[in-house]
């Protein structure tokens, strides 16, 4: 069936470090993927998106690559800062035309000074 | 308006009392979620409407949820006879509807059973 693994949290970083959340996914057919983010009080937002295998979604300075051999889509960012400090979430679309979404569990980033 | 909008923002209630939660989309959009997102979890699939199409309630957690969608836009979320374990953040989406379009998401209502 369809599913999204995505790495536990929280992760907390200093800023400027490194920052990678690593999502998996087991998929029908060959649907796009997601990044949800939401920051602190706020709803969920949409923060990158790839459409097919090897496409690079990228976003405030957050990119990740739709990896269709080790099915993956893995988020990256080369030095955050604290404003990145939310919950990030993979998500999938399934269903038979692509328009239903699963979510990861969701990572928290906290991201100190 | 501009975005999802859901009301109330916040509810309490005592376990046993209905609740119903709104949610107006985007104007133009064709398809309404409702998620839920229970504290420190992630996001559980609940109910998909498309435009005239029959939902899909295949995550609807007991016969005591319904949703409806009235005149495609507006949709409601009703939950009978609460318990505890409903107390979560309840979440509206809407999207264009085609294949891959992005969700757009409201504030959500803090739902608390008491």
């Known amino acids: 069936g369809n599913s999204v693994t995505q790495m536990e949290g929280p992760v907390t970083l200093s800023e400027e470090a490194f920052l990678t959340i690593n999502c998996t996914y087991t998929?029908?057919?060959?649907?796009?993927l997601f990044w949800y983010v939401q920051y602190p009080g706020e709803g969920l937002q949409l923060l990158l998106k790839a459409t097919k295998a090897d496409d690079k979604g990228s976003n405030k300075g957050f990119e990740a690559t739709y990896r269709k051999e080790t099915t993956s889509f893995h988020l990256e960012k080369g030095s955050v800062q604290v404003s990145d400090s939310a919950v990030y979430f993979c998500?999938?679309?399934?269903?038979?035309?692509?328009?239903?979404?699963?979510f990861g569990s969701g990572t928290k980033l906290n991201v100190k000074p | 308006g501009a975005g999802v909008s859901q009301s109330p923002s916040n509810k309490v209630t005592e376990k046993g009392k209905d609740v119903e939660l709104r949610c107006d989309p985007i104007s133009g959009h064709t398809a309404l979620y409702w998620y839920r997102q229970s504290l420190g979890q992630g996001l559980e699939f609940l109910i998909y409407f498309q435009g005239n199409s029959a939902p899909d309630k295949s995550g609807l957690p007991s016969d005591r949820f319904s949703a409806e969608r009235t005149g495609g836009s507006v949709s409601t979320l009703t939950i009978q006879r609460t318990q505890q374990e409903d107390s979560a953040v309840y979440l509206c989406a809407s999207s264009l509807g085609g294949m891959n379009t992005e969700a757009f998401f409201g504030q959500g209502t803090r739902l608390t059973v008491v």
């Open positions: 998929a029908t057919g060959y649907p796009s």
């Open positions: 998500a999938l679309p399934v269903g038979y035309n692509f328009n239903k979404f699963y």
